[in-house]
Structure formats: structure tokens, C-alpha cells
């Protein structure tokens, strides 16, 4: 049987960030390999995640030569289908904007995978408007989360698809790691960024002096606009005796520090907040996730079974959640249960493989 000839336009490691996880996982997939013919064009500008959203004058260069592979490609293969990871904002999107007009010249089937958001707040601008309406105009989208699709309903009028990251599944008991809390703990797993809520994370605990007793509270990660030696002085100054700062923590290291904690924070207000992995991490070593309801997170946490969400910067509201979560210890149990069955139902790399897979199918048998 003759496969289906797809061609992949893509961001690929290194960077490393969700998006280019994501699309390593699909380009090396044995079950998409043996079911379609896939080729890959990788579309990063940038090595370095500082370099992500800056113009220079080498990604010029460096975008002129994806233009060139691009029309190779089509010059000399009949594709089916193009999947392309789209980036939707700033100069990366205008570069691939152009890549989106030589597809339309060669008249291929396009898919856009959107693995961020802004655009809702970038077509103020009417002459933006066109632009998007032009590039979103006949083709596919696949979104993450069914929560992202006001952010593009007025350059789309279809129904996207939607489809939920998935990663790894991980084998605990190789780590060297045991959960044996007597009293609950609250881990920031993420970058040190004001905009991520680990400021937020550290006023809602001072603002429970009186409970210090009864939790504990770990904070892991590299220093970003906030360093680890403001923090240490942030905690020396207001006595935040219950709170242990870790720096940086990798691979098996991460996955230790969320096996000895109970509820994993993340109170972030990031504009370009969308699906963070870092929750599939906390699901799959079973812990309650406190978060807020920016991007597609309402979508990945339910009220009152995978955990709560609280409005963006408010102190008070992430302080209350942590209050009832020390204070129940039986209903903090039942979340942690459930978290666990929810990866495994919804989250694991097969999942999102064999979905891409069905939702390929369907574009296929449209076109």
C-alpha cells in the first residue's frame, strides 16, 4: 500500500522547550515512520532559548535558506499534506508567513500546529488582520487545548482540532526518591520568573506564617529575572523558615523532587503561558496542582479533582488553596490518587502519538 507522502515543517532541539519536544516526538515515531513518509525541514532561527523572539541580521540568512530546502522539496516530491508548527507572533511568525505563501504557490494541503498564543491580541491592527486571514485561509489547525480557540476564532471560522501534549512515561521505582511527608509539600518547579508566579508562590506562603509548622515548601530552578540570591534574601528576611531553595534540576533529578512533594504551584500570569509540561510532570508522580486559569490550563485542571485553579496574582486566593489543601489532608490524598490515573488516561507520549495519528487520517481523507 502506497503511504502518504507528509512533509514536516518544524522546530526541533536544540532549543528545548515543549513545542520542539513535541515535534522531536512525532519526526522519530516508529508508528508514524511506518505508517506515512515523512520528511523534515527543521525551522528554528536560534540554538539558544535567549535568542527565541530577537531579530538578527543571521536569521535573515538563516530563513532565506529554509525558503530555498522548502521549494527543493516541493520541486521534487508530491506531498500529500504539510504539517507545520506555525509560530504565531512577532518575527517568527512573518518568517513563516512566507513559507505559508510558497506552500499556497505549490497549492499543498497545510496543517498549522499552534503550540503558542497572542494572536486575539495582535489583529487590533487592521492591516495584522489581513495577514492572518490570509495565512489561516484554507488550511487545517490543530490546537492544544479547546480553552485557545478564542485566540483565533476571528481569523478562523472553522472548527479546530484539538489535541493534548503527552510525554514520557518515567519508571519511579529506578529513583532515588520516596514520599514520606508527615506534613504536606508545595513545589515551584520552574523557571525563576516573576511572570511564572514565584513571587506570587513566596507572598502566599508569608502571608501563612501561622501554619509554617505544618508545610513545607520547595523551590526548584534556574535563575531567570529573579536569581536564587534574591530569593535567599527574600526568605532570610521574612523568616520563611518552612522553604528550601534547590537551584536547577534535570531528567531523573526533577522527577526525584516532585516524588518527595505533595502539590506541585505554578501561579503563573506568562503572556504566552499554553500547556505546560511541568503539569503532566506533577500528574504523572501523583500531586495536586495549584495553578491559574491562563492558556489552555483550565482545560488540563479540573476544580476539585486535579486540583484548583485561583485568578492570576492573587495572593490571597493561592494562600486559601494551600490553607485547605494542609488542612485535608484526606482530600489532598484522593487528588494525588487521581492525578496518577489521569496521565496515564490522557497524557503519555502513545496518547498523543496515536491522536496525532487520527487526526492526520481525517485531514488525509478530506483532502
Not at 67 to 84: A, E, H, Q, R, T
Not at 138 to 167: M, R, S, W
Not at 184 to 212: H, W
Amino acid at each position: 500500500m502506497k503511504k502518504n507522502k507528509i512533509l514536516f515543517l518544524v522546530q526541533l532541539p536544540p532549543p528545548v522547550h515543549g513545542a520542539s519536544l513535541m515535534n522531536k516526538l512525532l519526526a522519530e515515531s516508529e508508528l508514524l515512520n511506518d505508517k506515512y513518509h515523512i520528511d523534515v525541514i527543521p525551522i528554528q532561527l536560534s540554538k539558544k532559548m535567549e535568542g527565541l523572539g530577537n531579530f538578527s541580521l543571521g536569521k535573515i540568512f538563516g530563513a532565506c535558506s529554509i525558503y530555498f530546502k522548502l521549494m527543493g522539496k516541493l520541486l521534487s516530491n508530491k506531498y500529500d499534506l504539510v504539517y507545520f508548527t506555525l509560530s504565531p507572533l512577532g518575527f517568527a511568525f512573518y518568517k513563516d508567513a512566507f513559507s505559508v505563501c510558497i506552500l499556497k504557490i505549490f497549492r499543498k494541503n497545510i496543517v498549522f500546529h499552534l503550540h503558542g498564543k497572542g494572536i486575539k491580541n495582535e489583529i487590533n491592527n487592521k492591516l495584522k488582520r489581513k495577514i492572518y486571514k490570509f495565512v489561516f485561509k484554507n488550511v487545517e489547525v490543530i490546537q492544544l487545548a479547546e480553552a485557545l480557540k478564542d485566540d483565533i476564532k476571528q481569523i478562523y471560522p472553522k472548527t479546530p482540532y484539538f489535541l493534548p501534549n503527552g510525554i514520557k512515561h518515567i519508571d519511579m521505582n529506578r529513583l532515588d526518591a520516596k514520599r514520606s511527608n508527615s506534613i504536606p509539600t508545595f513545589i515551584y518547579l520552574s523557571n525563576l520568573m516573576k511572570d511564572k508566579g514565584i513571587l506570587v508562590f513566596l507572598q502566599a506562603i508569608r502571608s501563612l506564617k501561622e501554619y509554617d509548622n505544618q508545610f513545607k515548601a520547595h523551590i526548584v530552578g534556574p535563575s531567570s529575572d529573579v536569581t536564587i540570591e534574591q530569593l535567599e534574601e527574600y526568605i532570610s528576611q521574612n523568616k520563611l523558615i518552612n522553604v528550601k531553595l534547590f537551584g536547577p534540576a534535570y531528567s531523573d533529578k526533577k522527577y526525584e523532587h516532585l516524588l518527595k512533594s505533595d502539590v506541585f504551584v505554578l501561579p503563573t500570569y506568562y503572556k504566552n503561558e499554553c500547556f505546560p509540561l511541568s503539569i503532566l510532570e506533577a500528574y504523572q508522580t501523583g500531586l495536586v496542582v495549584l495553578s491559574t486559569d491562563n492558556g489552555a490550563i483550565p482545560s488540563m485542571v479540573q476544580e476539585n479533582k486535579n486540583g484548583f485553579l485561583v485568578p492570576q496574582k492573587d495572593i490571597e486566593a493561592l494562600a486559601e488553596r494551600m490553607k485547605y489543601l494542609i488542612q485535608n489532608p484526606e482530600k489532598l490524598k484522593s487528588i494525588k490518587e487521581n492525578n496518577k490515573k489521569e496521565f496515564n488516561e490522557k497524557y503519555t507520549e502513545e496518547m498523543f502519538i496515536q491522536n496525532f495519528e487520527t487526526i492526520i487520517d481525517d485531514i488525509l481523507a478530506k483532502h
